[in-house]
């Protein structure tokens, strides 16, 4: 079986996934998804990391495989994991590992939207704390990417402090 994966798509194809409308019709506002992409982002951000591998969407679980690296963090919300410096780049790709296979479990709506940010996050933080890029995606496809999530009406104020110091960081490259 082919492996399939979501991030291959071009910019304009992954803004229509994460639910971003350019000329949404009624004017100004926000899209009527962005109050429920919202609450979606908050929730899985401030959900505890669970390993445990019979916790549905746990990483183990979600993985399939036990994720060591990740025990000094587990019990902490993924979005404080995500936008800590000392989160070690490790622990990033596991979490970028995961924010894939989640976007695969969730082919559509906003949980898939949801899991795409935990992936972009996981490379945004890997660039921004670290210095290195934890993905085969080249910086100005990065750049662009980040620039997207960060415009999107529905992304919560960490992500956007850290998308955006990774777009800084895709630009410098």
């Not at 902490?76 to 979490?95: C, F, I, K, N």
């Not at 704390?129 to 934890?134: D, E, L, V």
Request: glycine share 6%; with cysteine.
């Amino acid at each position: 079986m082919a492996s399939r994966s979501t991030f291959g798509f071009q910019t304009s194809r992954l803004a229509e996934l994460l639910g971003v409308v350019v000329h949404h019709e009624g004017g100004g506002g926000e899209p009527p998804e962005a109050p429920t992409l919202r609450q979606t982002l908050e929730a899985r951000m401030s959900t505890p990391l669970a390993l445990e591998p019979d916790v549905v969407d746990s990483v183990t679980a979600v993985l399939n495989r036990p994720c060591r690296e990740l025990l000094p963090l587990a019990g902490r919300p993924l979005g404080d994991v995500l936008t800590d410096a000392a989160t070690s780049l490790s622990a990033l790709e596991t979490l970028k590992d995961y924010g894939k296979a989640l976007a695969l479990v969730w082919e559509e709506g906003a949980e898939h939207a949801v899991a795409m940010t935990v992936y972009y996050a996981a490379i945004a933080a890997a660039l921004t704390y670290h210095g290195r890029k934890i993905t085969s995606r080249p910086f100005a496809d990065l750049e662009r990417t980040m620039e997207l999530l960060v415009s999107t009406p529905w992304m919560t104020l960490p992500m956007v402090r850290l998308l955006s110091d990774a777009r800084h960081a895709c630009r410098e490259e």
